[in-house]
């Protein structure tokens, strides 16, 4: 049985406030049953508690306003399901994010960077299957995932071993969105795909230092990198190349994770002393 309540005591049933319901009502997420033409009170049904109480959880979970009415005014369960699981989804990605975050801020404040361990490096020019774009920094999580799923699903179908890679231009770092290169090495003579184009890298001389673990303090390895470099060689113009030696890809645990910075270089400098 369902029976009308006033907006205050709809307000105690659901804990939302009276200036909340009135917003929601403004905005057309939840209105009132019927509103008393002659005093303009609004009245809500015992009915609509369930869907007020959906609505304040999808609040507190920092659900944005469009994302909730999708829900509300799912049309079945299933749609409704969908949606709530992928902002549950995207929730959990955050929430790693900040722990991963979190865990290195600590670090800096307990733990001095480790010792640098620089090798230097020739790489030859090579043939590669490429996806190429600009990207925001934002976006890179999203657009590596989806690049190097690709590269991995190339090189299982035509049994490619080889360590998959990607360039960044300076934009990227100083504008925050620039072109990125997704690449996997293939030989001379591979054959053209159409989901991929095929490219040559130029060879150079590298700095290269190796980072272990998540990402969440890249930046202090490429700020240790990009300082022994300052201080002992001559920067060559290029983009950094990151090479993936135990990634995302991998399927591996973010502590697992394996990267080089490769930093380029106009020669292999001369040991002082």
Do not use: N
């Not at 949606?83 to 733990?111: G, K, Y």
């Not at 190796?210 to 990402?215: K, M, V």
């Amino acid at each position: 049985m369902t029976a009308s309540v006033t907006i205050g005591e709809f307000s105690r049933l659901t804990h939302l406030s009276v200036k909340t319901l009135h917003h929601y009502h403004e905005i057309g997420l939840l209105a009132p049953a019927r509103i008393d033409p002659s005093s303009g009170y609004r009245r809500y049904e015992t009915a609509q508690v369930p869907v007020a109480q959906l609505i304040r959880r999808l609040r507190d979970l920092q659900m944005p306003l469009a994302q909730v009415r999708a829900v509300v005014e799912a049309p079945d369960v299933q749609t409704r399901d969908q949606t709530l699981r992928l902002h549950l989804d995207q929730m959990e990605r955050e929430l790693a994010q900040t722990r991963d975050v979190v865990a290195s801020l600590r670090s800096m404040l307990t733990l001095p960077v480790g010792e640098l361990t620089v090798e230097y490096r020739f790489m030859p020019a090579f043939r590669a299957y490429a996806v190429t774009d600009r990207v925001d920094r934002d976006s890179i999580d999203d657009w590596c995932s989806e690049t190097f799923g690709l590269l991995g699903e190339i090189a299982g179908r035509y049994g490619i071993d080889a360590t998959a890679g990607a360039t960044y231009g300076d934009e990227f770092f100083t504008d925050d969105v620039g072109e990125v290169v997704g690449f996997l090495p293939v030989a001379p003579d591979q054959p053209a795909l159409e989901r991929v184009s095929l490219v040559d890298l130029p060879a150079s001389y590298f700095a290269i230092t190796r980072h272990d673990g998540p990402y969440a303090d890249f930046d202090r390895t490429y700020g240790a990198l990009g300082s022994h470099v300052a201080e002992y060689c001559e920067v060559a113009p290029g983009p950094i190349r990151e090479l993936y030696l135990t990634g995302p890809g991998d399927g591996a645990a973010a502590s697992d994770f394996r990267t080089e910075i490769c930093w380029p270089i106009q020669r292999i400098p001369t040991p002082k002393g």
